[in-house]
């Protein structure tokens, strides 16, 4: 992808009708975490106790790394990874929710991914580095996939098929139903980058 995950919700967050693409399923931590050098204890800035927040199972996401709780205490907190960590906001998950959480960030990932293959055959070779273009392109094309993933198409041929002869298992297909073009408003984003064409996408819930 041109975009990471990261990048796109930062481009998306402020714009309106991309809510919940930018918004993950993840509660925002107070204080801050660090580390002393290379380990997995996490040192915590907050007031008050953190075992009233976070427990063994549970999650801690930090720029958008999930890293899984082993043990807590007042002020730490022990994960299963080694890092090295300065001062640090976080976000965590509880255990219950940590299907949702992932699956939601599978999915947006899905979606930046579809987005980058079909910008990829209407645009231009990206600059080393990538341009602002083709990031932002690929981050709301990628976020308008992702909230509208039931309209679109599956990647299922079945679904499109109009006719069937079972003795040689001959199909015809209405190839309409899988033909989408680039919307406006990502080719003016674009602009010179875009050198035109329409493909086929398909994207996978």
Not at 13 to 27: I, K, R, T, W, Y
Not at 149 to 171: F, H, Q, R
Not at 173 to 183: A, E, F, G, Q, V
Request: aromatic content about 10%; overall charge negative; some cysteine.
């Amino acid at each position: 992808m041109w975009v990471t995950l990261a990048e796109a919700l930062g481009i998306t967050e402020l714009e309106l009708g991309f809510e919940s693409f930018s918004n993950l399923d993840f509660v925002a931590g107070y204080g801050q975490l660090s580390t002393s050098g290379a380990t997995n204890v996490l040192d915590w800035t907050g007031d008050g106790d953190l075992t009233t927040i976070l427990a063994s199972g549970d999650l801690v996401v930090i720029d958008l790394i999930s890293y899984i709780v082993e043990s807590v205490a007042t002020n730490q907190v022990t994960i299963l990874d080694t890092i090295t960590l300065a001062l640090s906001n976080w976000s965590y998950v509880k255990e219950s929710n940590i299907s949702t959480y992932q699956n939601g960030v599978n999915k947006r990932l899905r979606a930046l991914q579809t987005a980058f293959r079909n910008l990829s055959h209407v645009t231009c070779e990206a600059d080393d580095p990538v341009q602002d273009e083709l990031k932002e392109a690929n981050a709301m094309l990628g976020a308008l996939y992702f909230q509208n993933s039931k309209v679109l198409p599956k990647n299922n041929l079945d679904e499109n098929v109009i006719s069937k002869k079972i003795g040689d298992m001959a199909y015809s297909y209405n190839l309409d139903k899988s033909k989408n073009p680039i919307p406006d408003f990502i080719i003016s984003i674009l602009g010179s980058c875009y050198t035109g064409g329409i493909r086929a996408f398909f994207f996978d819930k």
